[in-house]
């Protein structure tokens, strides 16, 4: 009787354990407000500080991960029972999300109105899918080109170059230059390696999809973009295994002349070394070389947005929360601090914008700035990573610049 006691005894409080009382359970769910990214815990968590020290009854609770991540943790976390309210995501992986029914349309929690009265139309089109506003723009700008302009006078040019072949010229000088610098960090491994690629096939006259969606990467202009960087790896002037991070430790130590990043590049070579006073010496924006005078320089769309969740049971507290993020303080403060670029209309109207030379700059080579061909794309990562996987066989020389585009554009058509 003593041993069926201390069993039945054993048994009530491992359930007691497991399942607790209702009261336990309370606490152990989370308050105030899930906000997940890959981002703002490292870039500004003052933005977090400062809302939890103004509404301590709805205090932030940050969950992050590596930035190719985020989407597909966030539609995992989502579709399970863990709490997520609000999100960071790029203009390039959110059709990740808009398929599965988990996000709120802003226009039925901000209202068009709002939405009308302070964000360009533009804006609004990257988040928009099917007519409803999944995603809300919060830094919109497109992937450039920096240049560091005393490594460029060095090799004898003052200006960056402005066509293809001055472009090709100034590598070939900056190559001879000594202490191993690196001409263009272009990227050539993991997907980001597709964001480099695509403007470049667009450069050379080449798309992905025709006006009817049919693959054409294997055109003649498609395959001139694969053969392109073929000889650029052949004549040492830009390197295999480089990514985005690479390149941008790289080009704060001095070692690299030209790479594409983000509007933020500046601020990124701030944080990885580069004295603030030298950031006009040594880091300058510059619009992409045309294949010839008189083309249209271009460049893909780039930006985070904010995305809300079905699940979430505290929408309002959220856009509060969106409007507080999106205000004129705290996004003039983001830019000022990380380089991240406000989305307002009336921010960028401000004094501080207009009067800021590189965020000036950047305007221009947003302006011909286009979505990515694959960003609306809920298979976006597979289709990116297509890209790399083929441009990489190109380049160690597995296969012909004809034989990549071929094998890319077979892939891709075979993506539903």
Not at 73 to 97: C, H, K, V, W, Y
Not at 142 to 159: Q, T, Y
Not at 181 to 195: L, R
Not at 350 to 373: H, M, R
């Amino acid at each position: 009787m003593k041993r069926r006691a201390l069993f039945l005894l054993m048994i009530f409080a491992g359930i007691v354990m497991v399942f607790g009382n209702g009261q336990q359970s309370t606490k152990s769910a989370p308050e105030g407000i899930v906000w997940a990214g890959w981002s703002v815990q490292d870039d500004a968590p003052w933005m977090i500080d400062n809302w939890n020290q103004q509404h301590p009854d709805k205090k932030i609770t940050w969950v992050g991960w590596p930035w190719n991540d985020v989407s597909t943790q966030m539609l995992i976390r989502s579709q399970g029972n863990e709490r997520i309210d609000l999100g960071q995501t790029d203009i390039s992986t959110i059709a990740t999300l808009t398929g599965s029914d988990i996000l709120v349309n802003w226009n039925d929690v901000l209202g068009s109105a709002y939405l009308n009265d302070n964000f360009e139309a533009a804006a609004l089109s990257m988040g928009n899918f099917g007519g409803k506003q999944l995603g809300l723009p919060w830094v919109v700008a497109s992937i450039g080109m920096v240049f560091n302009p005393e490594i460029l006078a060095k090799a004898g040019f003052n200006e960056p170059p402005v066509t293809v072949p001055e472009f090709e010229r100034c590598l070939e000088a900056i190559a001879k230059l000594p202490g191993d610098i690196i001409p263009y960090g272009v990227c050539t491994k993991e997907s980001v390696a597709a964001y480099d690629f695509i403007p470049w096939l667009w450069t050379f006259g080449g798309r992905i999809y025709d006006q009817n969606k049919n693959v054409i990467l294997n055109n003649p202009q498609g395959v001139q973009t694969f053969a392109w960087y073929k000889s650029l790896v052949d004549r040492n002037l830009i390197r295999l295994n480089i990514n985005r991070d690479d390149s941008r430790q790289l080009f704060a130590q001095g070692r690299m002349a030209f790479y594409d990043d983000a509007v933020m590049a500046n601020g990124i070579a701030i944080a990885n070394g580069v004295p603030k006073e030298r950031i006009p010496q040594v880091i300058r924006p510059m619009v992409r070389p045309v294949l010839k005078a008189g083309d249209t320089p271009r460049s893909m769309l780039w930006g985070h947005m904010l995305v809300i969740f079905n699940k979430s049971p505290v929408k309002n507290d959220v856009v509060e929360l969106t409007k507080y993020i999106l205000n004129k303080d705290v996004a003039l403060r983001y830019y000022k601090e990380a380089g991240m670029l406000p989305v307002l209309k009336s921010v960028l109207d401000s004094p501080e914008i207009q009067n800021d030379v590189w965020a000036k700059n950047w305007s221009k080579i947003t302006a011909t700035g286009e979505l990515g061909e694959f960003d609306l794309n809920p298979q976006v990562n597979q289709l990116n990573t297509i890209i790399e996987e083929e441009l990489q066989a190109c380049l160690v020389g597995t296969k012909t610049p004809q034989q990549a585009a071929n094998d890319a554009a077979s892939r891709i058509s075979n993506v539903r």
